[in-house]
């Protein structure tokens, strides 16, 4: 941010949005976003060097066991309505449009810890998510992923009999003639990037982090 | 007076209707909330509490935390609650020991005291884990229950029927495939000496799990019913329809619900106490009359980690000291470290050393974290160390117990993250004699000896 040409003030302004953010401060980080909206700070530069970094912190914390999923939970929320208030100052041609991902836990699995935690630092991250749940059957996934016109369909399977469920996903898009259509990552305890291969998926993350590292990659 | 699952389901469709993300970050603010009402405090440096007020404390917060939150029903998005008297009523009709296994191979699972000289149940196995073939999973657990230092064994699955076609979770090859590896099952222990010994498997989906159930050739009367409730503090139909059937035909139910050290519970004073509200889910809305008290890290792949065994062998302590319940701990069930290494066998060590202390069973089976879907990544030994294990550390008191697992973490915890992959059966064990090759039985004597030398009295 040194080489910016913003005056010490206006840094001032997004560093402490930036760790209000990070402090999981709503109603702080909404007062200083909306100083921000008011002032003439770039609203992209803005978003980059306060959500997009807060993020980034925030994940380290949570890599380290400084912040827990709540946090990253509710930190979500409060990236979104910063968001939405710095944004307000962007020309809707100039808008990034977000990446969209949908997520879920296969057919005939409960288990939701991995997938809840990708999915808070997707979120985190910068993409909408939309979160299904557990145990989706793959005609659902697939139903939603083309609704919400999707960019990526993110599968987690913590159980070696509902690991097929993600090849049944990635196989029923290519029968549709959508495959195309859809990056797919998979994820999940049992999971590996050979099996991630074997079924042609276009990614895999061993944790959140690397989920996220995936997702970035794939849809730069 | 129980309070019958017809009225919990009852209210699984009059309760609130809830926002399950709501739920979720309530777990977290409450727990915030109760940790600095009842003063509890996680020190790294004391991962055994050897004293005891702590966990009354986080017993205290546990049943707060249940009677204020309730239980998340997923299928019908409302919550469950109970009174305060339920739940008094609940704990205290509770049966004071549940029979298992048949003929000479009965056990009778009884509340253990913290650091009580009951015998605790030691249900061994390569829990749940994908097997190659039909011989190869036989084998394997037949070797398993051939260790006269465990009550029970438990059972696991074969991905492919007929060597083609995937079992999947939902379909009909689970319920085809869970049956056919129940009787296997129950094979082995016949072959193994103990026709009446314990034989345990769960299936992802309940029809699967309901269809092991057969008195002549699957699981029994005499076994129990697994039902497990999802992390944290929720409930399917699907759960329930395990109580359903486990009630219809008198079978013995126990229940596992883990708290998430890092997940909703956030860090691990309250996770401790997610789990002690976990446990009271399981017997009063899943109906359990025994149940594992227990964790789950959300960054390490073990169950053997310093919070852990904070986390669960708090949590049980103050369910142990608190009630008359039958809790069994379980921890230490899955190293991060493989079969075949010194760390898998430390891992296994100190939680299953703690969970005894605490007043703990041992019943969830002994295996490597993640298996993936390697097959028979699991051999009988580790099943006999589970056992010599639980049964040595009977009676040990608090001080010991802290000095072992403080001992055994200084073995492997800068590993813990990052652990050796470990060996299949194929390359650890004589097939024909079913015995553990040379090097793998001098290895798991040295760390024999070595914990012979920090105190563990072993029988033998």
């Known amino acids: ?5 913003i005056s010490q003030e206006q840094k001032d302004l997004i560093d402490s949005l930036r760790e209000a953010i990070v402090a999981i401060d709503a109603e702080r980080s909404k007062e200083i976003a909306q100083k921000i909206a008011e002032s003439n700070i770039d609203p992209k530069i803005a978003i980059k060097y306060s959500i997009a970094q807060a993020a980034e912190i925030l994940g380290k914390k949570f890599d380290c066991g400084e912040v827990f999923l709540p946090h990253l939970v509710m930190a979500g929320d409060i990236m979104e309505e910063v968001g939405s208030i710095l944004e307000k100052n962007i020309p809707t041609e100039e808008l990034t449009k977000k990446k969209i991902i949908v997520i879920a836990t296969v057919q005939g699995d409960v288990h939701s810890v991995g997938k809840n935690l990708v999915a808070v630092m997707l979120r ?12 989706v059957p793959s005609a659902t996934i697939i139903q939603r992923a083309k609704e919400v016109k999707a960019d990526m369909i993110a599968l987690s399977s913590l159980l070696t009999t509902t690991m097929p469920y993600q090849k049944e996903v990635i196989d029923d898009l290519v029968s549709m003639g959508i495959r195309d259509k859809f990056k797919v990552i998979i994820g999940g305890g049992p999971v590996t990037r050979q099996y991630a291969e074997s079924i042609k998926a276009d990614g895999y993350g061993t944790d959140a982090i690397e989920a996220v590292e995936e997702a970035r990659k794939l849809l730069a | 007076m129980r309070v019958p699952l017809w009225e919990i389901l009852s209210r699984s469709k009059e309760g609130p209707i809830v926002e399950e993300k709501q739920f979720d970050l309530s777990i977290f603010k409450k727990t915030q909330e109760l940790q600095k009402k009842y003063d509890i405090k996680y020190d790294p440096e004391k991962p055994v509490d050897t004293n005891g007020d702590l966990a009354d404390r986080v017993y205290q917060a546990g049943v707060e935390l249940f009677l204020y939150i309730g ?11 109970v009174t305060e008297k339920e739940l008094r009523s609940e704990i205290d009709s509770l049966p ?19 650091e009580g000289n009951q015998e605790p149940i030691v249900i061994a196995g390569v829990q749940t884990a994908p097997f190659s073939d039909e011989e190869m999973m036989f084998k394997i657990l037949m070797g398993c229950a051939m260790n006269r230092c465990i009550d029970g064994i438990w059972g696991g699955i074969l991905l492919k029927i007929d060597e083609k076609y995937d079992v999947i979770a939902g379909a009909p090859s689970e319920i085809y495939q869970y049956r056919k ?3 296997i099952l129950r094979r082995a222990v016949i072959a193994a000496g103990r026709p009446g010994m314990i034989t345990i498997n769960n ?10 159930f057969d008195e002549e050739r699957g699981l029994r009367r005499s076994d129990y019913m697994e039902v497990t409730g999802m992390s944290e503090l929720k409930v ?6 395990r109580t359903a059937f486990a009630l219809a035909h008198e079978i013995p139910i126990h229940g596992t619900h883990s708290s998430v050290i890092g997940g909703f519970s956030g860090n691990p004073e309250g996770a401790t106490i997610v789990s002690v509200a976990g446990s009271l889910q399981l017997t009063t809305i899943q109906k359990a009359e025994c149940f594992r008290c227990g964790a789950v890290e959300s960054r390490v792949k073990s169950r053997g980690t310093r919070t852990h065994l904070w986390v669960a062998g708090t949590a049980i302590q103050a369910i142990s000291r608190n009630t008359k319940l039958i809790v069994d701990g379980s921890m230490g069930d899955h190293p991060g470290a493989g079969p075949g290494t010194k760390q898998n066998l430390y891992e296994s060590a100190a939680g299953h050393i703690l969970s005894t202390v605490m007043g703990g069973h041992s019943t969830e089976g002994n295996r490597k974290f993640v298996v993936g879907n390697v097959c028979n990544f699991g051999t009988p030994l580790e099943s006999r160390w589970m056992g010599e294990v639980c049964k040595a550390a009977v009676g040990m008191d608090r001080e010991l117990g802290s000095h072992i697992v403080k001992y055994l973490l200084s073995k492997y915890e800068d590993k813990v993250a990052d652990p050796p992959e470990g060996e299949t059966f194929e390359k650890l ?10 090097t793998y039985w001098k290895l798991y004597k040295e760390v024999k000896e070595e914990l012979r030398g920090q105190g563990l009295k072993f029988k033998d």
Not at chain 1, 1 to 5: E, Q, V
Request: a negative charge; proline letters at 7%; glycine letters at 6%.
């Open chain 2, 236 to 241: 399917a139909y699907d759960d329930f329809n």
């Open chain 1, 124 to 135: 985190s991250a910068g993409f909408v998510i939309h979160d299904m749940g557990v145990d």
């Open chain 2, 181 to 183: 590896t129940a009787e």
């Open chain 2, 203 to 212: 299936a992802p989906t309940s029809p699967a799990t309901i269809a092991m």
């Open chain 2, 96 to 114: 004071p020991e549940v029979v298992l296994g048949q003929g000479e191979d009965r056990v009778k699972m009884v509340h253990r005291d913290v």
């Open chain 2, 429 to 438: 064990y004589d097939q024909e004699k079913l015995q553990p090759l040379p």
């Open chain 2, 71 to 81: 239980t998340y029903c997923s299928t019908t998005k409302r919550i469950i609650k």
């Open chain 1, 1 to 5: 941010m040194a080489s910016l040409n």
